[in-house]
């Protein structure tokens, strides 16, 4: 059974460390951290998560922290952070021309054919000359182009890319997930958009690290990609994970929507 921490007048101990790691002060924004910590517990995701990048303070600093393993070392995955970058209460806003965000979490986290990575996306880009990268490693990634495009790969070796049209908006909670060798799930605010047809990892990696609003070099060192790589997106609850269901993403995508709203930042 799970006490409910406001009545007990204590909180989750992994959403303390947390809260205490940062720090956060503000009442509002440590119970909204409380609550996300025990949604993803109660549907059982917490224990396939390897990071979580939460994103709503102003600062560097502060936003630079994993929520599953707050500890200021790069083997927690803490976020270094290159070139321009602006914090808001919003998320983290790449400037499209030098910023990228090196997370230090390397494909080798993951089981073969086992991946999720999810972004809850805040802004429109329209009319992209290029794709614009949000994640970039050797393996697995996630772009935008067009107003109304997005395409990725998780954990792909070959095949087709996981695309599909957005309807209206580029704003809302992007997931990728892959459970089997042959197939890649893209989904959109928790629903099935696309299952595309891609060969999975089968053999060992190393030095492959996942970078944010940009590219791996492929060495395992932070990417400077050329210029049409980087990602002028806001993005906010980034994470990385062990491979999904559809009840599992929609559950996901649930608790991250319902810790949003809790801030005031929802987009839908």
């Given at each position: 059974m799970i006490i409910n921490p406001y009545i007990y007048g204590g909180y989750d101990a992994d959403a303390?460390?947390?809260?205490?790691a940062v720090p956060i002060t503000n009442?509002?924004?440590k119970n909204a951290v409380n609550s996300l910590v025990l949604d993803l517990k109660t549907y059982g995701l917490w224990s396939k998560v390897k990071a979580f990048y939460p994103a709503f303070l102003t600062t560097a600093s502060e936003n630079k922290?994993?929520?599953?393993?707050?500890?200021d070392l790069d083997v927690a995955y803490r976020l270094t952070f290159f070139g321009g970058f602006t914090h808001s209460s919003d998320g983290m806003l790449g400037n499209g021309t030098t910023a990228y965000a090196y997370t230090h979490v390397p494909d080798s986290a993951f089981s073969f054919n086992n991946m999720t990575a999810g972004w809850y996306n805040m802004n429109n880009l329209a009319n992209l000359a290029t794709s614009r990268f949000a994640?970039?490693?050797a393996y697995t990634k996630m772009q935008f182009r067009y107003f109304d495009s997005f395409s990725g790969s998780?954990?792909?070796?070959?095949?087709t890319q996981n695309s599909f049209t957005n309807s209206s908006t580029q704003k809302g909670m992007y997931v990728l997930t892959r459970q089997n060798s042959t197939q890649a799930l893209a989904y959109k605010n928790g629903v099935l958009q696309n299952t595309a047809t891609q060969t999975g990892v089968t053999t060992s990696w190393s030095g492959r690290i996942i970078v944010l609003f940009g590219d791996d070099n492929?060495?395992?060192?932070?990417s400077a990609p050329t210029v049409?790589?980087?990602g002028a997106w806001q993005g906010n609850c980034i994470f990385f994970a062990d491979g999904m269901n559809g009840t599992e993403v929609a559950n996901m995508t649930t608790?991250?929507?319902?810790?949003?709203t809790a801030l005031g930042r929802n987009v839908y």
């Open positions: 303390l460390s947390y809260i205490n009442v509002t924004q922290w994993n929520l599953k393993d707050p500890r994640i970039g490693s998780i954990q792909r070796i070959t095949g492929g060495a395992g060192t932070p049409n790589l980087y608790a991250i929507n319902t810790f949003n």
